[in-house]
């Protein structure tokens, strides 16, 4: 069975860090790309960041969190990390985590994280 859980979110002062954690199960994230999404109240979902292939090490990330956000893979655990520093209010959103290749897309079902001072 295919399941994604995404965790390590949580309510923050503006600067802190939080980690998130992407634990996949029923599937090998290194077959796929994996990607982070955000969704703020009233906004559509946004890539956030993403190991752009399977079995690959390119990433890509929003301009807004360039620099402060860095994504990352470990196969040994079949986990994806996006480590979040310097956060912001408008950070503010549910996270989710997402594994996309030509056959298959698996979603988790978000973790929210809260900047606020």
């Known amino acids: 069975q295919v399941k994604i859980v995404e965790s390590g979110g949580g309510v923050v002062q503006p600067g802190e860090s939080l980690r998130l954690s992407c634990a996949a199960s029923?599937?090998?994230?290194?077959?796929?790309?994996m990607r982070w999404y955000r969704q703020a109240p009233g906004k559509e979902r946004e890539l956030v960041a993403a190991i752009t292939s399977p079995g690959g090490s390119n990433t890509i990330y929003a301009d807004s969190v360039k620099g402060r956000f860095t994504i990352s893979r470990d196969n040994a655990k079949n986990t994806v990390i996006l480590q979040m520093n310097s956060l912001k209010p408008e950070d503010t959103a549910v996270y989710y985590c997402?594994?996309?290749?030509?056959?298959?897309?698996?979603w988790g079902q978000g973790t929210q994280v809260t900047v606020s001072s």
């Open positions: 997402n594994a996309h290749n030509a056959l298959f897309d698996y």
């Open positions: 029923g599937f090998t994230v290194s077959r796929y790309a």
